[in-house]
């Protein structure tokens, strides 16, 4: 079964580096997204990608964050300089179709995650 | 107001108890609706998608209220193994894209 995939599964960065975090969507997806989940709080929107380009953005999706899809097969989340309060749960999700009522296949499937610990 | 609600339980039923959860989204505009479940520290696993109509998968049935803004999950016959997180998820517009929102979850612990 397709799935996502994410490296690594734990990163620990000191406080002001830079991170690179990795995923692999599911190959015939065209709705990428990346979500944080602080340990014990919900699930948050940080920011969706189309067609080689941002869709939308969360106010936590600040100028120290950015993505790319540097080879029509990875998709990857950079954050420049590290804060502690960066430390949480990263997930890496896709989509084959945007989620509107009038599409199918629009459900998004998580990659298992990469914990980051900024030190 | 935050945008998709659950109440976060826990719920702590018996084996082959059924139970309920309940989650309401503040969009009307809203447009597809899924139930996901999330063990700890682990991904979100879709459960199931809602439709307008209501659908059922074995011992989950879902319901969506479009004129109320609700979502329902029904879980019967509870086993042990469906202790964990169940989250509403809500694709609701931001600025002409529609992205999943995810309610805070409601955990449910099943116990013997």
Redesign the interface.
Same mark, same amino acid.
């Given at each position: 079964e397709p799935e996502v995939t994410q490296t690594p599964s734990h990163q620990v960065t000191q406080m002001g580096q830079e991170v690179i975090l990795r995923c692999v969507p599911i190959s015939n997806h065209l709705y990428f997204y990346w979500y944080r989940q602080i340990l014990g709080q919900k699930v948050e929107f940080l920011v969706s990608f189309y067609n080689n380009e941002i869709s939308e953005k969360s106010e936590i999706f600040d100028d120290q964050f950015s993505v790319e899809r540097p080879d029509g097969s990875n998709f990857t989340l950079k954050i420049r300089s590290t804060k502690l309060e960066d430390s949480a749960m990263y997930f890496c999700a896709s989509s084959e179709n945007e989620p509107v009522a009038t599409e199918l296949n629009t459900e998004a499937f998580f990659g298992q995650g990469t914990r980051l610990t900024v030190v | 107001r935050k945008e998709v609600e659950q109440d976060p339980g826990p719920f702590n039923v018996p084996e082959g108890a059924t139970v309920a959860f309940n989650c309401t989204y503040s969009n009307s505009a809203s447009? &597809?609706f899924?139930w996901y479940r999330?063990d700890c520290?682990?991904?979100?696993? /879709?459960l199931m &998608?809602v439709y307008s109509s209501g659908n059922e998968d074995g011992r989950f049935t879902a319901q969506l209220n479009r004129a109320s803004q609700y979502i329902s999950l029904l879980i019967r016959d509870s086993k042990l193994s469906d202790s964990a997180t169940y /989250?509403c998820?809500v +694709?609701a517009s &931001? $600025? $002409? &894209?529609?992205?999943? +929102?995810? $309610?805070? $979850?409601t955990s449910l612990i099943v116990h013997p």
């Amino acid at each position: 079964e397709p799935e996502v995939t994410q490296t690594p599964s734990h990163q620990v960065t000191q406080m002001g580096q830079e991170v690179i975090l990795r995923c692999v969507p599911i190959s015939n997806h065209l709705y990428f997204y990346w979500y944080r989940q602080i340990l014990g709080q919900k699930v948050e929107f940080l920011v969706s990608f189309y067609n080689n380009e941002i869709s939308e953005k969360s106010e936590i999706f600040d100028d120290q964050f950015s993505v790319e899809r540097p080879d029509g097969s990875n998709f990857t989340l950079k954050i420049r300089s590290t804060k502690l309060e960066d430390s949480a749960m990263y997930f890496c999700a896709s989509s084959e179709n945007e989620p509107v009522a009038t599409e199918l296949n629009t459900e998004a499937f998580f990659g298992q995650g990469t914990r980051l610990t900024v030190v | 107001r935050k945008e998709v609600e659950q109440d976060p339980g826990p719920f702590n039923v018996p084996e082959g108890a059924t139970v309920a959860f309940n989650c309401t989204y503040s969009n009307s505009a809203s447009q &597809s609706f899924f139930w996901y479940r999330q063990d700890c520290r682990k991904e979100p696993k /879709l459960l199931m &998608s809602v439709y307008s109509s209501g659908n059922e998968d074995g011992r989950f049935t879902a319901q969506l209220n479009r004129a109320s803004q609700y979502i329902s999950l029904l879980i019967r016959d509870s086993k042990l193994s469906d202790s964990a997180t169940y /989250l509403c998820v809500v +694709t609701a517009s &931001s $600025g $002409g &894209s529609y992205i999943p +929102t995810f $309610g805070r $979850g409601t955990s449910l612990i099943v116990h013997p």
